[in-house]
């Protein structure tokens, strides 16, 4: 009987705890599953109140899809995001990497007061910064074009990065450092051969930042971009599939649902390191 109420016990919480798993992954992956299934709905389906909204009252349309591609500049619009994205990520490594190294490096009071001033920077509202960002890029003749954008938005990135690099320069002793420069190695050789390496999951940690915040950057991109052809997807898609009070839902989500899913597979594949990367970047 004991044995017997041991074995029931153990399937009873095996059970709970893949029912809470099955719950929080239904829970996750319903947005995709609704931006799907309202992707490939006729229009008549969507605006029906009477018919069930999650499933397929009337047969699938390639219409949304049609209307996105055939009617607006999507492609050209998911290019300069990534154009912005990937110049905005190396922007931020060449400042944020050898700054965090540089602040770890300097030991003492000043070393401290440094990194606090580097992260209370981050603090600042981009909001306020608008003014003096608007007058620069009219200054050096960038309006309407993507090289504004990459400019402006490693003032948001660099700080909270260089903060975070900090931390995982300290986590790197300084024992290894300086065996390295022993056995031949300069101090820049010493750093980019052994403390680069062992900081890998600090600097992921700060391409996956930086990429997605020049990815869903919007009052920015909305203010500098005025022709289409510049827009990236933040900016493109509201614009031109939500038309005064009608809102192209079909389009939209597919639109939504083309540029979130490779994001989200790229933090799935990279999660173990991404959470680590704040861990160590927060704590050290």
Not at 76 to 98: D, E, F, H, M, S
Not at 114 to 125: D, E, H, K, Q, S
Not at 161 to 171: D, I, N, R, Y
């Amino acid at each position: 009987m004991r044995s017997a109420a041991i074995t029931y016990r153990r399937w009873a919480a095996r059970g709970a705890h893949f029912g809470l798993l099955a719950a929080f992954v239904a829970f996750c992956a319903f947005p995709f599953y609704w931006m799907l299934i309202t992707t490939f709905k006729d229009v008549h389906d969507l605006i029906n109140t009477a018919n069930n909204p999650f499933l397929f009252n009337l047969p699938p349309t390639m219409e949304n899809l049609r209307i996105l591609f055939g009617e607006t500049r999507y492609l050209r619009w998911v290019l300069n995001t990534l154009v912005v994205a990937v110049g905005v990520v190396l922007i931020t490594l060449l400042l944020a990497v050898p700054a965090g190294y540089s602040l770890a490096r300097l030991s003492g009071r000043w070393g401290r007061q440094w990194a606090i001033g580097i992260f209370l920077t981050y603090l600042i509202p981009p909001t306020i910064l608008f003014i003096p960002f608007s007058r620069i890029i009219g200054a050096l003749g960038l309006q309407d074009s993507l090289w504004s954008l990459v400019l402006v938005y490693p003032s948001f990135t660099v700080p909270f990065c260089s903060w975070l690099m900090m931390g995982f320069f300290k986590a790197v002793p300084r024992d290894i450092e300086e065996a390295a420069m022993m056995d031949g190695l300069s101090r820049f050789g010493a750093f980019l051969k052994v403390v680069v390496p062992l900081s890998s999951s600090g600097i992921l940690t700060v391409v996956i930042f930086s990429a997605t915040l020049a990815m869903q950057e919007f009052v920015y991109a909305l203010t500098f971009i005025t022709s289409s052809s510049q827009y990236t997807v933040s900016v493109g898609v509201p614009t031109f599939l939500v038309r005064g009070d009608v809102y192209f839902w079909g389009s939209l989500m597919g639109a939504c649902l083309i540029v979130s899913v490779p994001v989200a597979a790229l933090y799935n594949s990279f999660l173990d390191r991404f959470v680590a990367g704040f861990t160590v970047g927060a704590i050290k």
